[in-house]
């Protein structure tokens, strides 16, 4: 494992070709845990992993995005789009140096922003490979969704509410990988015809009736929780 104690040359010569890059946060846990729980978690994280993959280590990133957090003393958040902005500087600089694997490790659940921003590097940069540390093992069959696009639910309410648009020919076909996959490579390699799903068991009347029982709850919802949060916004903190 290589790491920012060693020099260019060390690095250069170690041959490691995968970068790690940790990323946590300086947030509030409550009244026990210290404002860098996810910062230590990230840095351990890191480390630990970049020692199995023989990788260079970089310094674990000590800020994100931790904007619900903010009306608690000490702690700090950078807006989604700087993140995604810092993420992919340091991913190029290494890039023009000629790495081309990294792995992005994130203690932080409100990192949103990070599968967005590996998906877009992904397709900007076809020469990089940029994954997150965690997700779908290939072809684990148990936890590969088996239906979130062109399948059951898309083709039972375009069949629903727009028949006169279905075509024939739907092939049911779910890929051996996580949905993540799609954040490191084209759908179409993943699925041929466009499909992750079985459109064969369409069946657009219960499609009819999930539509009605989802804009019920949604209606409900959005009363509820604009009520609700203007409660929130009264409150003195």
Sequence with gaps: MMTVENTWKEVEESG????????????????????GTDFFAADRGGRMIAEKLNAYLLPALPFSNSQEHLDFKGSVSIRPPTLAI???EIILSLAHQGFRKFVIC???GGNWVLKPTIRDINFRHPDLMVIMS????????????PDIHSGKGETSSMMAYKPELV??????FTPDYGREYIDYVSLKK???TGVWGKPSEADPEQSKQNVAQWVDR?????????AEVAKLKKQQT
């Design 16 to 35: 490691v070709d995968i970068v790690v890059i940790p990323i946590g946060a300086i947030e509030q846990h409550g009244h026990h845990l210290p404002l």
């Design 86 to 88: 810092v993420v992919e």
């Design 218 to 226: 949604s209606v409900e919802y959005i009363e509820a929780t604009f």
């Design 190 to 192: 993943l699925s041929p």
């Design 134 to 145: 965690h997700g779908t093992m290939p072809r684990d069959t148990s936890a590969i969704p």
């Design 167 to 172: 075509k024939e020919g739907a092939e049911d």
């Design 106 to 108: 994130s203690s932080h």
